[in-house]
């Protein structure tokens, strides 16, 4: 998978995540961006965030862009 940086996700994007009880079957989560955690501009694992739903977990796919 693509390394995904800090600057190509937004507010509002549509992404999909694996959170921390799935990294060992790398399950993906799909939501909406709420925050975005991760300061620095990359990172090896992904990008942590947190989705609307509340969910945290590190992004692996960018799926869409909510238009505002």
Do not use: C, F, Y
Not at 17 to 34: E, H
Not at 37 to 42: E, G
Not at 49 to 63: A, F, I, P, W, Y
Request: proline fraction near 3%; glycine fraction near 10%.
């Amino acid at each position: 998978m693509p390394n995904i940086k800090r600057g190509e996700i937004k507010i509002g994007d549509q992404v999909r995540i694996v959170l921390k009880k799935d990294q060992r079957t790398n399950k993906l989560t799909k939501g909406v961006v709420k925050e975005i955690l991760t300061k620095s501009a990359t990172h090896p694992h992904g990008i942590k965030v947190r989705l609307e739903s509340g969910q945290v977990g590190r992004v692996k796919e960018l799926t869409g862009r909510n238009w505002v």
